[in-house]
């Protein structure tokens, strides 16, 4: 059963920075590419970020690009999103996708990241 289980959510200052976590079970995660997306209240869920199998090709959101990274650890499937210089604007419900072009899309359930003074 696939799984993907994010954490490190929280509420951080303006200009704070916070890192969160998928953990991955129940597919060959070195093998797909994964997506970070945020959804903030009233608006639709969008892509921040993604990363191929083998970490070498990333790509983001222009709201975000050069304040959040990507990364990978395959050996212990494990996705990251590191997020430096968080704005207000940052505020959402963040979670973890992958695309199977079998079985079609799968999420986890999402961790809330507030951006507030």
């Known amino acids: 059963q696939v799984q993907l289980v994010e954490s490190g959510g929280g509420l951080v200052q303006p200009g704070g920075s916070l890192t969160i976590s998928c953990a991955a079970s129940?597919?060959?995660?070195?093998?797909?590419?994964m997506n970070w997306y945020r959804q903030a209240p009233g608006k639709e869920r969008e892509v921040v970020a993604s990363i191929r199998p083998a970490g070498t090709s990333l790509t983001y959101a222009t709201s975000v690009k050069g304040r959040f990274t990507i990364s990978r650890d395959n050996a212990k499937n494990t996705v990251f999103l590191q997020m430096n210089s968080l704005e207000p604007e940052d505020t959402a419900v963040y979670f973890c996708?992958?695309?199977?072009?079998?079985?079609?899309?799968?999420w986890g359930q999402g961790t809330q990241v507030t951006v507030s003074s």
């Open positions: 129940g597919f060959s995660f070195s093998s797909y590419t």
């Open positions: 996708n992958y695309w199977d072009d079998q079985r079609g899309d799968y």
